[in-house]
């Protein structure tokens, strides 16, 4: 991940280690460029603002302009701008987890779980991608979980507890693996889930993806 360059929204969410948002536990010599979006959740749920596409094409040229190899963003829900944003990019570009979906559904086939915070965003993915992800078991913690308050304000960000989070997130993903069935790999949409990867791992005995493991493969590729 040398010379990584990440789009990152700017919120009061709360930082943890191992999180691609938290500057303060990534490699030396990550690069960061901030975006205000007008409104993040109702853009996710129905589409980006042209205004908030342009912001995250000027902070892409930025971080390329600053000695990016690599772009990603703090946000796995810019999956459908995907294309748009690799285009013309010098450099791998890296929207979500997601960009290893179509990789994993050979090895894994019928058997890919998504695990997300919450699903408000799924009609415009099914809108975009259609046949691409049928059969893709997608997952929510859901907006009474711990983290999805934490995210979303309702738990103050000096109030927050990695290690409740941890623990409820464990649990919960471990229920919705053993309710759906025949999951044999996991991908962690939504960044703030990073840090909880090898817990979620050990707790489930499956491969756990997120977007470390994208950055790095399009790092390879790229290679």
């Not at 990584?4 to 500057?23: C, M, Q």
């Not at 946000?75 to 995907?82: A, E, F």
């Amino acid at each position: 991940m040398a010379d990584l360059g990440v789009i990152v929204a700017n919120s009061s969410v709360p930082r943890v280690p191992g999180e691609i948002g938290d500057a303060a536990s990534m490699p030396e010599g990550t690069l960061y460029e901030a975006i205000a979006f007008h409104d993040f959740l109702r853009e996710m749920r129905e589409g980006l603002l042209p205004s908030s596409l342009d912001a995250l094409l000027r902070a892409r040229d930025a971080l390329v302009t600053r000695g990016a190899r690599c772009v990603a963003t703090s946000c796995g829900m810019l999956w459908p701008w995907q294309v748009r944003l690799e285009t013309d990019s010098p450099v791998p570009f890296v929207s979500s987890a997601l960009c290893l979906l179509d990789r994993l559904r050979e090895p894994y086939p019928g058997g890919v779980c998504v695990i997300t915070i919450e699903l408000g965003f799924l009609p415009l993915w099914r809108r975009t991608f259609g046949e691409r992800i049928e059969g893709v078991a997608f997952r929510e913690l859901g907006q009474n979980h711990y983290l999805y308050r934490a995210l979303t304000g309702a738990i103050p960000h000096d109030a927050f507890s990695p290690d409740i989070a941890r623990a409820e997130i464990v649990s919960k993903i471990t229920r919705l693996v053993a309710r759906t069935g025949g999951v044999r790999a996991i991908i962690l949409e939504c960044t703030n889930l990073s840090p909880y990867r090898d817990a979620i791992a050990d707790a489930v005995r499956l491969p756990v993806y997120d977007i470390f493991s994208a950055i790095d493969h399009a790092s390879l590729e790229a290679a």
